[in-house]
């Protein structure tokens, strides 16, 4: 079992920055890829980016790529989502994933690869 808890999430103006974080605890071990999703009303839940546990390669979506960075401390079993030049558009609900499958290292925008799921922070952008 793995248990995450994100934070982090509130109203921002357009072109502002936040940090989400997700603490993670349990089996954090046996993890390949943490990654970071959201949903925003109305609309599937979409891959913003993902990192290997072990190592640093990281994957990002296009529509985020150059703004967003994700970054984590294993010590801390934490993960870190830099989200900067905010738009309107990321408004959603921000979800952290956590996956024990091996093949999300190649499926990472895959929401099945993921195990298991924070309960989300929400993100609201303004204009």
């Known amino acids: 079992q793995v248990q995450l808890v994100e934070s982090g999430g509130r109203l921002v103006q357009a072109g502002g920055s936040l940090r989400l974080s997700c603490a993670a605890s349990g089996r954090t071990f046996s993890s390949y890829v943490m990654g970071w999703f959201r949903q925003a009303p109305g609309k599937e839940r979409e891959f913003v980016a993902a990192i290997r546990w072990v190592g640093s390669t990281t994957y990002y979506a296009n529509s985020v790529k150059g703004r967003f960075t994700i970054s984590k401390d294993n010590a801390k079993n934490t993960v870190y989502l830099q989200m900067n030049s905010l738009k309107p558009e990321d408004t959603a609900v921000y979800y952290c994933?956590?996956?024990?499958?091996?093949?999300?290292?190649?499926?990472?925008?895959?929401?099945?690869?993921?195990?298991?799921w924070g309960q989300g922070t929400q993100v609201t952008v303004s204009s």
């Open positions: 994933a956590n996956s024990l499958d091996y093949r999300a290292t190649s499926s990472y925008s895959d929401v099945h690869k993921y195990d298991y």
